[in-house]
């Protein structure tokens, strides 16, 4: 079902429209000192919007899951105190009320429960009636029709004043990001809903806290209309998501360094194409990861049933049907002969590997 959205700006009175709008704050409230510290030093440098992870969803129990209602006390003290507003992640229809019901300012679903259409209309179903900004995170999978369906969900409660964070999507494969930016996804979703702000997490992307500003740099070139950064006084002690949590300084610092282009940018613009080959380049290189590993699986499955690493004619196959496949895209043959030997040259490697390891 098509729905026509009127989405509104998120507009908190008090906070600059210039972009990026900026969120920081810590994965998860601790104590009241830890939000107190943090969110003095946040305000301090000017920052208006102050997160913090009430209620945690924890990918295996036993981990910290949140200080729970008390935090919202402590954060309704940042307000009080410091001016800020407030965020914090909403996941069932308690949260909802016992967030409205402290005066949190803005509200964000997170990943987790955007993949499940039971919860985000639960939550839904909570908010109406209600005026917040509404932030939801992408689903953990790469689907932006699911993500789309949240948005209408939250939109059907008359909720207008919607944003999206793109945090990335969970991949089995191993690579540099902890959730793969797939760039390709937040722009599509830009392309089909404009005017629906879109907030970079490059914290949760990243997992690692000198991806932050690299990250944050792309999303801006990518016209992204704000970031939400965590960030810890102590980010090594944090009881949660330690590894990506920055300073409220290392986070001024990251923010004083940012480019914004505002220019319009065209295909003839030779930086624009650059940034689009070292997209290209980083997709290549997951790509290999990804067949390497599909390779050492078959590995295991030789080992298992006594064949040989090496299958000539399957080889044969591959080099003969992938030439002229590359052909066909305008790649030249000698080329593509020599990448896919490399490729192939490797695989095997790795597949003797396997076959040494195990015995
Ligand atoms: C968070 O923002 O702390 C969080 C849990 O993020 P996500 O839902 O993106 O994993
Ligand atoms: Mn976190």
Redesign the pocket.
Known sequence: MYMEMKIKPIDLPGVDTQRPLIITGP??AESEEQVMQTARSIADKGIKIF?A?IW??RTKPGGFEGVGEIGLQWLKRVKKETGMYTAT?VATRDHVFEALKAGIDVL?I????TVNPFAVQEIADALKGVDIPVLI?NP?NPDLELWIGAIQRIYGAGICRIGV?H?GFSSYDKKIYRNLPLWHIPIELRRRMPELPIIC?P??IGGKRELIAPLSQQAMDLSFDGL?I?SHCNPDAAW??KEQQITPDVLDYVLNLLVIREEIQTTENLSELRRQIDQVDEQLLELLAKRMRISREIGVYKKEHNMPVLQSPRYSEILEKRSSMGEAMDLNTDFTREILKKIHEESVRQQMIIMGDEE
């Open positions: 994965c998860s997160r992870g945690k969803p992640e964000w997170g990943a987790r429960t995170k953990v964070v945090r997490d914290s949760h939400i965590e949660s998501d």
